[in-house]
């Protein structure tokens, strides 16, 4: 059985490692010890797999960016002014671009206002930050690293009432149980006259999900491999992504999107701290589920987080929603 030694990737990315993180070395020995192994997809996100989803975005077979962007232009002017926001907080921020929508909207209410964009792709968020800051002078932004399955700590003192934002579908890659105990934290970080607003890629013919998760040029397949990169880089282990084939299919039970990399030989990897991990030929990785929602799903999501939801607007196709969460 080959240990990989042979790989230009794992060459050029051992070099760059420093100090494995122990955390992460715990969560990915946990993943892969298991019958399925599984790795969480917040390790998509260093700042190549940042870009790679912002290459996403603009794919014609990735529906869900743009179809959140047309809603929020269309809903968020008269939804800020109304509840008044002076603050948005934003779970997963990304490069915030539909979020200028809201900052825009805010401005436009005439409160300078605040922006906290939490995410764990830190030099990405950086980029972010520092693009917010250069063409909304008057906005204070203060980025948050962290890890929202852990922790939601916006920094205090807020100007309330605030909005918090989840978008672009990110809370269906939260297994349920994971997904309520984040919008729980969400809910107990809210004080009454804030809201909650939640994008949801809605359930539909899995054929139009399963192309987006399969797009023709090939960028969700390189962002799939991308994590094992990113594995190279923080624990020193020896991937070579050109093992491993991208797999997406709809999981119609879960109603869930899977993504899978896929060992295309019997091989060994070596990840120091673990030792050297067995891959038969075919044997696969789950990277990611991107679960699809209904409005009762959402519904069921929300009650069991001691959240009451109040406004749910979805496109005419019915592709996707966005939900506005109260404290119940
Ligand atoms: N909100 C943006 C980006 C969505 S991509 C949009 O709608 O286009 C998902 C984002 O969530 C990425 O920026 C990723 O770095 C971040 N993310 C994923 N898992 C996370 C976690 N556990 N904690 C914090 N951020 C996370
Ligand atoms: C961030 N998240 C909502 C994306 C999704 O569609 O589940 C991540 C993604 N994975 C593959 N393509 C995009």
Redesign the pocket.
């Given at each position: 059985m080959p240990e990989n030694t042979q790989s230009a990737w794992s060459a050029s990315t051992v070099a760059a490692y420093r100090q494995p993180n122990p955390r992460m070395l715990a969560e990915v020995a946990a993943g892969l010890s298991a019958p399925q192994k599984e790795l969480p997809?917040k390790y998509?996100y260093d700042h190549r797999g940042s870009e790679l989803?912002e290459e996403?975005t603009r794919l014609p077979e990735?529906y869900?960016t743009r179809t959140e962007r047309a809603l929020l232009e269309d809903w968020m002017p008269q939804l800020v002014s109304t509840l008044g926001i002076r603050s948005l907080v934003e779970l997963?921020a990304?490069s915030a671009e539909k979020s200028r929508i809201i900052l825009r909207a805010m401005q436009a209410t005439g409160i300078g206002g605040e922006y906290v964009p939490i995410d764990v792709s830190a030099s990405f968020l950086n980029v972010t930050a520092t693009g917010l800051r250069r063409d909304y002078p008057g906005l204070a932004v203060t980025p948050v690293v962290a890890d929202i399955a852990e922790e939601l700590t916006p920094p205090e003192p807020l100007s309330h009432p605030a909005l918090y934002a989840f978008l672009?579908?990110?809370?269906?890659?939260f297994y349920p149980p994971a997904a309520i105990r984040l919008l729980g934290r969400v809910r107990a970080a809210m004080t009454n006259g804030d809201r909650f607003l939640m994008g949801v890629?809605l359930r539909k013919d899995p054929r139009r999900i399963e192309a987006?998760?399969n797009d023709s040029q090939g960028v969700?397949a390189a962002?799939?491999q991308n994590m094992l990169l990113v594995l190279n880089h923080e624990l020193g282990s020896n991937f070579d992504p050109d093992t491993f084939e991208h797999l997406?299919f709809y999981e119609p039970v879960n109603h869930r999107?899977e993504?899978h990399l896929i060992s295309k030989l019997e091989q060994r990897v070596r990840i120091p701290g673990m030792g050297l991990v067995p891959f038969a030929a075919g044997e696969s990785i789950r990277t990611?589920i991107?679960c699809k929602h209904n409005r009762s799903s959402v519904t069921e999501l929300f009650t069991a987080a001691g959240l009451r939801l109040e406004s749910w607007r979805q496109d005419p196709q019915g592709l996707f929603a966005l939900v506005v969460g109260a404290r119940g």
């Amino acid at each position: 059985m080959p240990e990989n030694t042979q790989s230009a990737w794992s060459a050029s990315t051992v070099a760059a490692y420093r100090q494995p993180n122990p955390r992460m070395l715990a969560e990915v020995a946990a993943g892969l010890s298991a019958p399925q192994k599984e790795l969480p997809p917040k390790y998509f996100y260093d700042h190549r797999g940042s870009e790679l989803f912002e290459e996403i975005t603009r794919l014609p077979e990735y529906y869900p960016t743009r179809t959140e962007r047309a809603l929020l232009e269309d809903w968020m002017p008269q939804l800020v002014s109304t509840l008044g926001i002076r603050s948005l907080v934003e779970l997963g921020a990304g490069s915030a671009e539909k979020s200028r929508i809201i900052l825009r909207a805010m401005q436009a209410t005439g409160i300078g206002g605040e922006y906290v964009p939490i995410d764990v792709s830190a030099s990405f968020l950086n980029v972010t930050a520092t693009g917010l800051r250069r063409d909304y002078p008057g906005l204070a932004v203060t980025p948050v690293v962290a890890d929202i399955a852990e922790e939601l700590t916006p920094p205090e003192p807020l100007s309330h009432p605030a909005l918090y934002a989840f978008l672009g579908g990110t809370i269906g890659n939260f297994y349920p149980p994971a997904a309520i105990r984040l919008l729980g934290r969400v809910r107990a970080a809210m004080t009454n006259g804030d809201r909650f607003l939640m994008g949801v890629d809605l359930r539909k013919d899995p054929r139009r999900i399963e192309a987006a998760y399969n797009d023709s040029q090939g960028v969700t397949a390189a962002f799939n491999q991308n994590m094992l990169l990113v594995l190279n880089h923080e624990l020193g282990s020896n991937f070579d992504p050109d093992t491993f084939e991208h797999l997406a299919f709809y999981e119609p039970v879960n109603h869930r999107i899977e993504m899978h990399l896929i060992s295309k030989l019997e091989q060994r990897v070596r990840i120091p701290g673990m030792g050297l991990v067995p891959f038969a030929a075919g044997e696969s990785i789950r990277t990611e589920i991107s679960c699809k929602h209904n409005r009762s799903s959402v519904t069921e999501l929300f009650t069991a987080a001691g959240l009451r939801l109040e406004s749910w607007r979805q496109d005419p196709q019915g592709l996707f929603a966005l939900v506005v969460g109260a404290r119940g």
